[in-house]
């Protein structure tokens, strides 16, 4: 029946079929999940199930002490200076420290100790008391480990996935801050050849085993290793960094003498770009471009 006018002044007289209730809505294609997000959830899928715990990374704010100093990188480092970090203006210096522990890094940097010469140079307090935003997670692994060593030992692993910030200059593919992975696993007598087995057994869970180690240099990790994976339509990537904490890093903090750490870290922004194929970073993160 057409609707005309008077065909509605009627509708009284018309058929209507039965209502049915039980038709579903129409699909709304709205709300989806961020795809770094999604990433996000993969990685840290891949860390529980392989028995990592995650740390408390809701710290955006850091002291110099627990970001660099503890890690035993020296005051002077060109990674330390206002061209590559956030320093805060306020709060300008951290509330307080573990002073015993802060004795025992100022001797480590200055002078060494644990079969370490040190830095040889005169290291100040007011540098590792600058407020900062943290540069890698990496500074709540060092938090992480000293509360570890002030209980009795039991081996740990952990792993954080969050927002880090460096004041460089922000192109197509890097970004003033972008969210660091990092995995680590704390129990006497760990090798480098334990570090090889894990890399390869996360890796691999995220589809690359074809993996190559090449030797590199962190301020806070010896040996180190850049991590490399042949992705068939990019060839070798650089897929990571790695290596084993220093003891000036670990003997300070008070962790038994056979202990040691392997750690490895990667962003989140480059295998979400890879896995989503997406060019310009600011599709996925920051500043949206201008369309
Ligand atoms: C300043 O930013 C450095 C960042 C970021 C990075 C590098 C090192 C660490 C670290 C560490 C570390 C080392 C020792 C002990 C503890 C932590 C963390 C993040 C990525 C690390 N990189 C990176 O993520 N590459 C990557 C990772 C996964 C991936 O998967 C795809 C599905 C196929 C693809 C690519 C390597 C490069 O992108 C590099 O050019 C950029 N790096």
Sequence with gaps: TDLTRENLQNWEELEFKEYNFNAKGQPVDAGHLHPLLKVRKQFKDIFCQMGFEEMPTNNFVESS???????????????????????????LTTRELPEDYVARVKQVHESGG?????????WKREEANKNLLRTHTTAVSSRMLYALAKGPFTPKKYFSIDRVFRNEAVDRTHLAEFHQIEGLICDRGLTLGDLIGVLQEFFSRLGMSKLRFKPAYNPYT???????????????LEIGNSGMFRPEMLQPMGLPEDVRVIAWGLSLERPTMILYETENIRELFGHKVNL
């Excluded at 010896?222 to 060839?235: A, L, R, T, V």
């Design 114 to 122: 644990y079969g370490s010469r040190g830095y040889n140079y005169e």
């Design 222 to 236: 010896e040996p180190s290793m850049e991590i490399f994976s042949y992705h068939d339509k990019i060839g070798w």
């Design 65 to 91: 002490f627990w970001n660099f100093d503890a890690l035993f990188q020296p005051q002077q480092h060109p990674a330390r200076d206002s061209h590559d970090t956030f320093f805060l203006k306020a709060p």
